[in-house]
């Protein structure tokens, strides 16, 4: 079998003499979805934020592509960071309100490259090329989170690390967007890892799914099995709390 694309082994990330993340170890393959789920508070963003060393682990390997990321400097991780981007609940935080959506989108992109390949982006995401010459606050919150997948996607990462992508936006604009992240997984090939408390999110969308709480892995395994039959009490807790994923 190939290497997986990230490799997270035993990371631990600690705040003072708090450990958010306690040793996690969790393979993503090329064009796989992986979602980690829990309560508030388990980890899963610290995690998330290891996994593209926007946040450096206290211990662990997280091994991107063969690359061991964990110890790297900011300026080795420059020339590696448009392989692997971050996606938010609230992707206003990474457009700039008085800038234009096609200067958000150009600016990772570099000046030369500019209209025609922003158009592209635009038109990938399920939006109209005129979007460019709107402002943020002009937006939904379904077309503001398309215009951050498409921020995400302009330097053509292999790897989305998704948090709450969907949490903020009305039931039927998710789906939306769930079946946006499926496209474009299916045509570009990405990786995703995806951080969610919503099991019927991830049911929709994850091929393997793992369980955490307290900072640790708790149970992992294929998603339907994880939703379906799961093991570990924790997770029939979760289920239950969420009313079986179906009901969600
Ligand atoms: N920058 C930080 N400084 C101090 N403590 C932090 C920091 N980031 C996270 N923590 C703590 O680490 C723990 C895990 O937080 P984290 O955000 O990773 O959990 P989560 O499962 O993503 O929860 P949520 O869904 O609420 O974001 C929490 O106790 C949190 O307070």
């Not at 789906?175 to 992240?181: G, S």
Request: hydrophobic letters at 40%; aromatic letters at 4%.
């Amino acid at each position: 079998m190939s290497e997986p694309l990230l490799s997270l082994t035993d990371v631990r990330k600690s705040y003072g003499r708090h450990e958010a993340v306690a040793g996690v170890s969790l393979d993503v393959g090329r064009g796989e979805t992986v979602a980690v789920v829990g309560e508030s508070g388990s980890g899963k963003s610290t995690l998330g934020r290891c996994a593209v060393r926007l946040t450096r682990p206290t211990s662990g390997s997280v091994r991107f592509d063969g690359i061991e990321l964990a110890g790297l400097s900011g300026r080795r991780l420059r020339p590696l960071r448009p392989r692997f981007q971050m996606v938010f609940q609230d992707p206003s935080g990474s457009l700039d309100p008085r800038w234009t959506i096609g200067r958000s989108l150009a600016e990772p992109l570099g000046l030369q490259r500019r209209d025609a390949d922003v158009g592209a982006l635009l038109g990938e995401v399920g939006l109209d090329p005129s979007f460019a010459g709107r402002r943020p606050h002009e937006l939904s919150g379904g077309q503001r989170q398309r215009v951050g997948i498409a921020r995400a996607l302009a330097l053509s990462p292999d790897l989305l690390v998704l948090d709450e992508p969907v949490t903020a936006l009305d039931v039927s604009v998710q789906a939306q967007i769930i079946n946006l992240l499926l496209e474009l997984q299916e045509s570009r090939g990405l990786a995703y890892l995806l951080i969610s408390h919503d099991l019927a999110v991830v049911g929709a969308l994850a091929h393997r799914t793992a369980v955490m709480n307290a900072g640790r892995v708790i149970e992992a395994g294929p998603t339907g099995q994880i939703l379906g039959a799961p093991e570990h009490p924790y997770t029939r807790m979760l289920l239950a709390s969420a009313g079986g994923a179906e009901a969600v």
